[in-house]
Nanobody, 125 residues
Framework: QVQLVESGGGLVQPGGSLRLSCAAS????????VGWFRQAPGKEREGVSC????????YYADTVKGRFTISRDNAKSTVYLQMNSLKPEDTAVYYC??????????????????WGQGTQVTVSS
């Protein structure tokens, strides 16, 4: 059974940090493009970041650029999202997604791939 499982969400104060993890079971993420989306209540889903497999090319939404870092550990079949300088507007459910096209063209197709169940991130004092 192909599955993505997110972890690492929680409650953090503004300016704090969290690291989200996306682990695969039933398949290996090594050849996949993998990324993160988020959705806040009453708002549309937003693509946050993506990393290709072939060259490790990374992409970030303007809203998180310079604060978030995506990385992957292929040996652990896990992708991470390091989130620093968190703001209240970062509050959302964060979803991991993976697409079998590991090239740079995989990231735009991420929403067509496999999804995790989501993890809640709340930034509040």
């Amino acid at each position: 059974q192909v599955q993505l499982v997110e972890s690492g969400g929680g409650l953090v104060q503004p300016g704090g940090s969290l690291r989200l993890s996306c682990a695969a079971s039933g398949f290996t993420l090594q050849t996949y493009a993998v990324g993160w989306f988020r959705q806040a209540p009453g708002k549309e889903r937003e693509g946050v970041s993506c990393i290709s497999s072939s060259e490790g090319t990374t992409y970030y939404a303007d809203t998180v650029k310079g604060r978030f870092t995506i990385s992957r550990d292929n040996a652990k079949s896990t992708v991470y999202l390091q989130m620093n300088s968190l703001k209240p507007e970062d509050t959302a459910v964060y979803y991991c997604a993976a697409h079998p096209d590991g090239s740079i063209y995989g990231c735009p197709k991420l929403h067509l791939g496999s999804w995790g169940q989501g993890t809640q991130v709340t930034v509040s004092s």
